[in-house]
């Protein structure tokens, strides 16, 4: 980011450790299928305790990591420890993961209990101890009731809870969730990413999970690595990254803002239609510069007086906020506001309103990065 009113902030795209106990570390990790670099150069830390979201758009690498975390597809270049174990060359069956797919991956042959106690085998794991593992797992997952069913006996909410309670019986050092949530409908999806946060915080579990949902990754994570083309774009906090994007790519892919272009002047930025917008200089007078700002930023007023304005083309009533689409020339914000303001200022389709766009609130980037 260039500079803003945030400007001492900055600095702080990393979010400060979680437990200052580095668990997994990945250096320099880079996976190739073919001629085609699917992660580059990918390096990261992921404490004890924590719970990590890879968010990013479809293809940027997210699964091709986790995978290369778990040996399922191990990578070209670099080491990965876990623990303070070098696992680059460990085959999956040699780590110490489990593992959540989104598409559930039961047993449909085997009951609820044989799916749970699965991995349960061999000598450290005696019929009665296998036995309560289960029972406390299925507890823990709200399952006990279903122990007897199969897996086409439950709804899509209630497997996924069997797929989690099977990943962590073996009491897994790691927990590795690939879009557990994507195949369930809203509402579950909604209250199983609570559980699974809940459940997470219970037993202390280190846990990555990916998502190309930022909004879910938002509410669940501790910390969130945004990619972007099998690079990392920024690892921070959900506040971090959404209040301090490090990239343009991050702030326009973390939460809705508006962007447009402005140029450096000596008393502010001037916007493509000729409007200056008050800031410090913060890059060298001339310089194009990218301009983010969050929806809640916009504030709106009555008055049309000198400063900017601009007309109302849609507004949208969405229970405790309203969202408005405004326009002045080529200059198009989204803007939100509480349905009592918007009566305060009487704001409505075709309506022209005043907009100032606090400087300390504007997210600006070079135009070229
Ligand atoms: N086995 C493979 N062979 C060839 N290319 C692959 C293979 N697996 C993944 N890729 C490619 O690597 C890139 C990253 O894939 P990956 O599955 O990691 O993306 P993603 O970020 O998880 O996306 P999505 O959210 O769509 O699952 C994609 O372009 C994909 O086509």
Redesign the pocket.
């Known amino acids: 980011m260039v500079g803003s009113g945030a400007t001492a902030t900055l600095a702080a795209g990393q979010a400060p450790p979680i437990t200052g106990t580095p668990y997994l570390v990945v250096e320099h990790v880079a996976k190739r299928?073919?001629s085609?670099a699917?992660l580059r150069d990918v390096s990261l830390t992921v404490e004890a305790g924590e719970f990590v979201c890879f968010l990013?758009?479809?293809?940027?690498?997210?699964?091709?990591?986790l995978?290369a975390i778990a040996g399922l597809?191990p990578a070209s270049e670099g080491r990965i420890t876990q623990g303070g174990r070098d696992i680059t060359g460990l085959p999956p069956s040699a780590r110490d993961f489990g593992i959540v797919f989104q598409s559930y991956a039961l047993f449909p042959n085997l009951s609820v209990t044989d799916n749970v106690g699965y991995g349960l085998r061999g000598a450290l794991w005696p019929k009665a101890r296998r036995r309560d593992r289960v029972a406390e797992l299925l507890s823990l997952v709200g399952l006990t009731d279903h122990a007897r069913k199969y897996p086409s006996q439950l709804s899509g909410g209630q497997q996924q809870r069997v797929a989690l309670a099977r990943a962590l019986a073996p009491e897994p050092g790691l927990l590795l969730l690939d879009?557990p949530l994507s195949a369930l409908d809203a509402q579950v999806r909604h209250h199983l990413r609570g559980e699974i946060r809940a459940l997470q915080r219970r037993l202390g579990v280190t846990t990555i999970m990916?998502t190309?949902d930022q909004e879910e990754a938002m509410a669940i994570a501790d910390r969130i690595v945004v990619?972007n083309n099998?690079l990392i774009e920024q690892v921070g906090t959900p506040e971090a990254v959404y209040r301090r994007p490090a990239s343009a790519f991050v702030a326009g892919f973390v939460g809705r803002s508006s962007q447009f272009d402005a140029v450096m002047e000596e008393r502010g930025l001037r916007t493509a239609d000729g409007h200056l917008l008050p800031t410090p200089i913060l890059a060298p007078v001339g310089t194009t510069l990218r301009v983010f700002v969050r929806p809640e930023d916009v504030r709106l007023s009555a008055a049309t007086g000198t400063g900017l304005s601009a007309q109302v083309t849609a507004l949208e009533y969405l229970g405790p906020v309203c969202r408005l689409a405004l326009e002045d020339g080529r200059l198009r914000l989204e803007a939100e506001a509480s349905p009592d303001e918007i009566r305060d200022i009487g704001a409505q389709p075709m309506v022209r309103l005043g907009v100032s766009l606090p400087p300390s609130r504007l997210l600006l980037f070079s135009s070229d990065a």
């Open positions: 299928f073919g085609f699917a990013g758009p479809s293809g940027c690498g997210k699964t091709t990591l995978r597809d879009e990916v190309h990619m099998g």
